[in-house]
């Protein structure tokens, strides 16, 4: 085995952590009888090797030897070295690509690994029959995404199938047709006429359900007309299904053996194992969630459906059912929009259950929902209440942050959740996010103020000033206390070197948000626009303003402001002056030079600024149009100016794009593979400031 294998240059070639003349050392590991080493070695594989999905020339040079240990029975640990090649020979690249992957060169080590890999795969046929069933588990996938001849394919699937003893492999078949149908668009039919024989009766419920996902993925036109009652069905029968054992514990070393030996680095590889199998301890078909995973992406915009599923499972005696039907509610309701009441409330009610799991599960989809999450508050007060423990959590690092359903309950507004946030203002650390949460609340927060102003009194004037006034300073600034402008003269004088800026900055915004109540502080507002341009002087001249009304005195530096040397000290001075309204008329021709400004942002925040000083919109929509056709982020900022210019600002171009949004069933910030925190709550803004337009629009008799 390994022949040639010291006589490639690996020295000459690099990984990701550097020279690639470790790789022997890795490939001969993956031979080991060791389960340990074989571990590690597979992480070092993963880590270095084919780090994060890269190809390297050492990858390229791996590939035959990677073939050698797949088709030797006496190597163990065989299916991880199938999924490694199925993962090396198997990206398909986009134009959009090659810049992400190195240019041509990377694109080049990608079809060179696709060909090396393909070249081999016919071995794959060979291993679909392997007496190892892990082996057998990887083959599948391996044939439909490197195979060249998808028609042969999709034929060993089919003849396979009746005679595989293992239901995960059959699963993986039914996988593999999916798979094949969704690379070779012309095979669709064919593939979807077998899936749909195989949801038939006759088959178990999980083989029903895997042809249930993969038909949704090539062809959701062919599924069953009452999808939800036949998946409800499924699940159904699906808890009858016997648990999956409990994890061995780890024996330790053997008798006589070294300890030290037996005690290792932790493995990415192992981590992920281990909590694989955490997860699918004890529950029945652990394997469902990844099925119903993959027909949710496959019903897509079928929102209504998707929901009537989840809130079936919602209802299940089945804990773990819940689980997953709790993420992958979070799932739906942050990427898609719709009528989520029923849903939110059951996702409520998994508050009350006594496993730690789900409540955490459920309590964090509520804390993103924002207003979304009114249907369970009562559920979220009542959990709140019962558990004191969990208001604020401390984390490994890093500053300790409120509990999911103090959040949640603060993103509802609702005042039942001041107790748990005085509590948190009473901890030698003040959670992080307070500040936040107290803006969310509005004047219910107001019996907070006093201690607010007393911690704020307490923050050393040192280097950690800025984490430990910042959460302070925001609650202030939010229930806009006046009487605690001592208290933030006192931080805004004494701000240290070490984030010195960002303190006086967070210390203005909270003097400006008092008003004349601020009064105390103008000589030293005055003082800090001695240096215009900088985010400082933009800072205290938007404060001075709002506490003085002095705009002969804050309009220079606002303006001077525009040509800051970075764009957002740029976009704050613009903002500022849109606040200014009409007294900054004299600016406006500076704003108006900002709206061919290369940087979107800027140009829209101009655009706004221009619009508020002048009441003129002409020049301003079509700059705000483009901007929301172009980047989908901006669409709340654009929204929220649009609200205000009212029939000002009316036109059929804003009516196309308003009616437009509205009649979008995906979210607008929606991502592929991840989504902020925020993102649900900005959308439903979105579509709140939309509707409100069009509604005023209407009103004074506009036409759409």
């Not at 599960?361 to 423990?389: I, K, N, Q, T």
């Not at 070490?498 to 210390?507: K, P």
């Not at 004349?516 to 800072?539: M, N, Q």
Request: proline share 6%; charged share 25%; glycine share 10%.
């Amino acid at each position: 085995m390994f022949a040639g294998i010291d006589e490639v240059e690996w020295a000459s070639m690099e990984h990701a952590y550097g020279p690639a003349d470790d790789v022997p050392e890795l490939l001969r590991g993956l031979a080991s009888d060791d389960p340990a080493e074989r571990e590690s070695a597979l992480d070092g594989m993963y880590g270095a090797v084919h780090h994060q999905g890269d190809v390297y020339g050492c990858t390229l040079a791996c590939i035959p030897f990677l073939f050698e240990l797949v088709v030797d029975p006496g190597i163990q640990d065989r299916g991880c070295i199938v999924e490694l090649l199925t993962s090396i020979g198997g990206i398909d690249l986009d134009e959009d690509d090659e810049d992400e992957i190195g240019g041509d060169e990377g694109a080049a080590n990608y079809a060179m690994a696709a060909a090396a890999v393909s070249a081999s795969a016919g071995i794959f046929f060979e291993l679909i029959a392997d007496e190892d069933p892990a082996v057998r588990l990887a083959a599948p996938l391996a044939l439909a995404t490197l195979h060249s001849h998808p028609v042969r394919v999709l034929d060993l699937l089919r003849e396979r199938l009746p005679v595989e003893p293992d239901d995960e492999v059959r699963m993986a078949l039914v996988e593999a047709a999916g798979r094949v149908a969704l690379r070779h668009r012309p095979l669709a039919g064919r593939a979807a006429e077998w899936l749909s024989r195989l949801s038939a009766r006759e088959y178990g419920p999980g083989l029903r359900l895997a042809a249930l996902a993969q038909l949704a993925r090539c062809s959701p036109d062919s599924l069953p007309h009452d999808i939800v009652a036949v998946v409800a069905g499924l699940m159904r029968e699906l808890r009858s299904v016997p648990p999956a054992p409990e994890p061995p514990a780890d024996p330790g070393p053997l008798p006589g053996a070294d300890p030290a030996a037996h005690t290792g680095a932790p493995t990415l590889v192992g981590q992920l194992r281990a909590l694989s199998a955490e997860e699918s301890a004890g529950r029945s078909a652990p394997w469902s969630a990844d099925l119903l995973r993959t027909l949710h992406v496959g019903l897509d915009d079928r929102v209504a459906e998707r929901t009537a599923l989840l809130t079936d499972q919602l209802r299940s005696p089945d804990r773990w059912q819940r689980v997953d039907a709790v993420r992958m509610s979070s799932g739906l309701i942050t990427a898609w929009r719709g009528s989520y009441e029923e849903l939110v409330a059951l996702i409520g009610a998994q508050l009350a259950d006594p496993e730690p799991g789900l409540v955490e599960a459920a309590s964090h989809v509520l804390e993103e929902l924002f207003g979304l999450a009114a249907p369970a508050a009562d559920a979220l007060a009542g959990r709140m209440a019962a558990d004191p423990g969990a208001w604020v959590r401390q984390w490994a690092s890093g500053p300790p942050g409120l509990g999911s359903t103090v959040k949640a309950l603060a993103r509802l507004g609702d005042a039942r959740v001041v107790p748990a946030l005085a509590a948190a203002l009473e901890r030698p650390e003040v959670p992080h996010d307070v500040g936040f949460a107290i803006g969310h609340l509005g004047a219910a927060a107001a019996p907070l103020a006093g201690a607010l102003r007393r911690r704020l009194g307490e923050v050393r004037l040192d280097e950690s000033a800025y984490d430990r006034a910042s959460p302070l300073l925001g609650g202030v600034t939010a229930l806009r206390a006046g009487e605690a402008a001592p208290e933030v003269l006192r931080l805004l004088r004494g701000a240290p070197e070490y984030r010195g800026e960002w303190l006086r900055t967070a210390a203005l915004r909270a003097l400006g948000s008092f008003g004349p109540a601020a009064r105390g502080a103008v000589p030293d507002l005055r003082a800090l626009l001695r240096r215009p341009g900088t985010a400082t002087a933009t800072a205290a001249a938007e404060a001075l303003w709002a506490v003085d009304g002095d705009a002969d005195t804050v309009l220079p530096v606002l303006t001077e402001g525009l040509w800051a040397e970075q764009v957002h000290d740029r976009r704050a001075a613009a903002s500022a002056l849109g606040g200014l309204g009409e007294r900054a008329a004299g600016a406006a021709p500076k704003l108006r030079a900002l709206l061919r400004h290369e940087e979107l942002w800027l140009r829209v925040d101009a655009a706004i600024a221009l619009w508020e000083v002048t009441g003129r919109a002409g020049d301003v929509v079509p700059v705000l149009l483009a901007a929301w056709e172009k980047n989908r982020h901006v669409r709340v900022r654009v929204a929220e100016c649009l609200a205000r210019m009212g029939a000002a600002g009316a036109g059929s171009g804003v009516t196309r794009a308003l009616n437009a949004e509205l009649a979008s069933v995906r979210r607008h910030n929606a991502m592929d593979g991840g989504y902020g925190g925020h993102d649900t709550h900005e959308d439903e803004q979105l579509l709140a400031l939309c509707r409100r337009t069009l509604q005023g629009n209407a009103g004074k008799g506009t036409t759409s």
